[in-house]
């Protein structure tokens, strides 16, 4: 890996102080305040200024296609993490919207793309169901061909971003007597429809999602992504990507694996906390002189430094176990202030180890589990076969 520094040219450079200003200007101290508050990851005044910048179109797009170059691309990712861009909406909307892309009838790609580029239409995911998403092929929401219609019944669970997108990728079971694969097929249902009830729900974190309830949704057919029955082609591009299991370029212009963002939270709370313990109080003494306190806090910098260091799917184990381990660690080492959240006086570290400690058990569950995630490093990359929860029988006395 080559950690080496860029020099940029003068035009990435007049490109760089380009995104900065932009950024400085739309996403301002209340834009973050309010997306505290609201728990939605998303701002519409911020998301429709990027369209009109032309942003989204370009980090969508390939270099190839119109889009940023690697160096402008990665400056701008690293910008928008930099000043904590709500990001959710954006994320799953330019996933999504490949699959219009690469599935879609040419009437719904033209209804779509153009206005995803200008931010005024979002896509959020509608895989998981209330009794269960790891494996999202034993789907239940039912939809039923009348005509040139569908009609949807059934309900989800955790849509986030429903409440501020136009559509949703619904996986349905269009064939509940075939085998489960072979039974699923993809929609893009517009979230205005009759029969459509989006109800809150909000995690120990403070984030917003949805449960969405689907009550005889009736949707045209142009809403079909891909063949009937075929919906696992069409959902096997978009797994990858949340699942984070392609290979990232290794020239440091990439982020090595998935849930960075969520990583360099952790390390910024990590530095915080150096700095406070590091800062000598009234009588002089400063927390880091005592030999536990740099013990723990030196371990766990080195355990930060690894996660955000390893690679694909290894790498998203590591940056969520990491963060479940780490966070805890920090709060002891702050003492019992360390448990008073954001903006609240006499906070620790101005509450960033309580909130990596309430956001850490999510990162090990959304767009896969922990679990899940170990089991597919073993069956897959190291060949261990498929695990058995078959249970034992004592043997016979
Ligand atoms: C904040 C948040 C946002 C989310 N956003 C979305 C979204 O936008 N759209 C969407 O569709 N979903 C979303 N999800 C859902 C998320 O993808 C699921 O919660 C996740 O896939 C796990 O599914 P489940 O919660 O139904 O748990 P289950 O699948 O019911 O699993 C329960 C437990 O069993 C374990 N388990 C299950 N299968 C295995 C296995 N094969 N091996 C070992 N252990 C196993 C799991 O690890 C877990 O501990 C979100 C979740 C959260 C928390």
């Known amino acids: 890996m080559d950690f080496s520094r860029v020099d940029l040219t003068a035009d990435e450079q007049s490109f760089l102080d380009e995104i ?50 690697r160096v402008r691309r990665r400056l701008w990712e690293l910008e928008k993490r930099r000043v904590h861009v709500p990001w959710v909406t954006w994320g799953t909307t330019s996933i999504v919207a490949r699959s219009v892309e690469n599935f879609g009838s040419p009437e719904i790609r033209d209804e779509v793309l153009s206005k995803v580029f200008s931010g005024h239409v979002r896509l959020c995911l509608g895989y998981t169901e ?66 459509i009830e989006i109800q809150p729900l909000w995690t120990v974190d403070g984030d917003r999602t949805n449960i969405v309830y689907y009550s005889d949704v009736r949707i045209s057919d142009k809403y079909r992504l891909g063949e009937v029955n075929e919906g696992w082609t069409v959902l096997r591009g978009p797994l990858d990507t949340e699942h984070g299991v392609s290979a ?30 590091s800062t000598p109080d009234d009588a002089g003494r400063r927390r880091i002189d005592d030999g536990s306190v740099s013990y723990r806090l030196g371990r766990n910098v080195a355990r930060v430094e690894a996660s955000l260091s390893t690679p694909n799917m290894y790498g998203r184990v590591a940056l969520a176990q990491a963060m479940r381990d780490v966070a805890p660690e920090l709060m002891d080492i702050l003492g019992p202030a360390a448990v008073l ?39 897959h990359a190291l060949g261990l076969g498929r695990p058995s929860y078959a249970q034992t029988r004592a043997p016979a006395s």
């Open 20 to 69: 900065r200003e932009f950024l400085a200007t739309h996403v301002t101290d209340d834009v973050r305040r309010r997306d505290r508050e609201t728990g939605d990851n998303f701002d519409e005044a911020v998301h429709l200024a990027m369209g009109a910048a032309g942003y989204l179109e370009r980090e969508y797009r390939t270099e190839e296609q119109g889009g940023f170059d």
């Open 130 to 195: 209330p009794d269960g998403g790891s494996d999202i092929a034993t789907c239940k929401t039912r939809a039923v061909r009348d005509g040139d219609d569908w009609v949807v019944n059934g309900s989800k669970m955790f849509t986030t971003g429903a409440h501020n997108c136009q559509y949703t990728f619904l996986i349905t079971n269009t064939d509940p007597h075939a085998k489960k694969h072979k039974s699923l097929t993809m929609f893009l249902v517009p979230l205005d429809t009759p029969g």
């Open 248 to 277: 990232a370029n290794s020239d440091g212009l990439e982020d090595v694996s998935i849930l960075q963002h969520q990583g360099s939270y952790m390390a910024t709370t990590v530095d915080k906390v150096a700095a406070t313990v």
């Open 341 to 379: 959240p954001i903006e609240t006086a006499g906070a620790a570290d101005d509450g960033a180890s309580e909130y990596l400690f309430r956001w850490a058990p999510l990162c090990g569950i959304y767009g896969g589990t922990l679990e899940v995630f170990r089991n597919m490093i073993a069956q």
